[in-house]
């Protein structure tokens, strides 16, 4: 077990590939919970979140061939992620974003806005803000702010080049604290 | 469902053999198959591009440009159009399988766009000096069938104009000049001219006008003597339908 921990995600999916699929639970153990944090700024109904979260491990193992160990494992999980969520939100033309109970201090440190309201009242507006700024917007945000994905990450993840995540997320940014300005 | 029991249940469902990986071989067919498609895209890119710059340097097109503003409409019924749709349709094919390629989302899109549109049009301009274009042209016109592929894409070069005319001069007479063309002999009528020629149209010369076609008829309004090397595509075509004759001066 404590030589497994020491393996790298790309070690482990190059054994699996190879020799032992049961390694394939180590995987699972790594991304459950962040997988879970991700999808459910998305998914809001916990069954449904579970049936996508199955998906994608099962989608992700199937295809470990296509998966090049000289890059980062985990941005291409979260992108098999992504797109999933992607079409789930599509299945049900759902818009809504839901944060955990204290991610809208990520919004609220990172981007100066000094709320003075509620704490409860300032979680419904940063979600009702999320919400109402553009999909391309959005989903840099998410990644940057909740699941602290680097810049190059986000990239791999939503296939964008590095300099246009930078810029999508400063004016998401900016789009954002003006609609919490507002309210 | 807790943190363990998706994990049972994916890995049941995995060492029970219900789901199994992708073999690698699918994942090396798909990347090559993509690869190939994009480099076959590129390749006949070039190829149309080089094809189109060729038929207008080669063919009558152009030059009815030069009879300003009333050559245009020859100039239009003239044009490669099949030659340069098919050419941006490969383009844009190249353009999408780049956009599905692994690397492609590092750089703005919009450069990768104009580098790849860059390069296909250097490289159809290098190629216009291979020869290549002239063997298609001498290909499509053979009854060999890997050459008559390229003959409904070659073919508009040499088809009827109804607003322009192109052909070597066979017979002149009062008010009127007959002249061969790739397809047939063309009676062209010049007691409508609105400009003078510099040179009169001689037997033997090869010749532009604009004008329209009535009937069997061509009713020039302006007509040109033309160096026949400017127009290689029409004098091979003449050629190719009533042999090189060769004309005694008057």
Known sequence: ?183 | MSNNELEKKVMSEITSGRIKLRSKYIFFAEKLGLGSAFVLSVLLAVLFFNLALFYLKASDNLSYLSFGSRGVLAFLGSFPYLLIVSMVVFIFLAGLLLKRSDVSYKKPFGYLALGLVGFIMLSGSVMAFSGIPERIERESYSQRPSGRIFRPFMRHGLGERRRGVAGRVVETGDGYINIQTPRSVVKVVLSALQNQPSEMPATGKFVTAIGEKKGDVFMALNIRVMNERDLPMIRRGVHRRFGEVRFRRP
């Open chain 1, 1 to 183: 077990m404590a030589v497994l921990a020491k393996l790298t995600d790309e070690q482990i999916v190059e054994a699996v590939r190879l020799r032992d699929k049961e390694l394939y639970s180590e995987i699972i153990r790594r991304y459950q919970a962040k997988l879970t944090h991700y999808l459910r700024k998305f998914i809001g109904n916990q069954d449904e979140l579970e049936d996508v979260l199955q998906v994608v491990f099962i989608k992700t193992y199937r295809n470990l061939y296509g998966f090049d160990t000289a890059k980062r494992f985990s941005s291409w999980i979260y992108r098999i992620a992504h797109n999933e969520a992607v079409n789930q939100i599509k299945k049900y033309s759902r818009k809504a974003i839901s944060l955990d109970e204290n991610e809208w201090e990520l919004i609220d440190d990172k981007m100066d806005v000094n709320e003075k309201t509620d704490a409860s009242l300032f979680k419904a507006k940063v979600e009702r803000g999320l919400t109402m700024i553009s999909k391309k917007y959005r989903d840099p945000i998410v990644l940057y702010f909740f699941e602290q994905k680097t810049y190059e990450e986000i990239s791999d993840i939503l296939r964008l080049p590095r300099n246009t995540v930078g810029t999508l997320i400063m004016r998401g940014k900016g789009m954002l604290r003006g609609i919490l300005a507002e309210d």
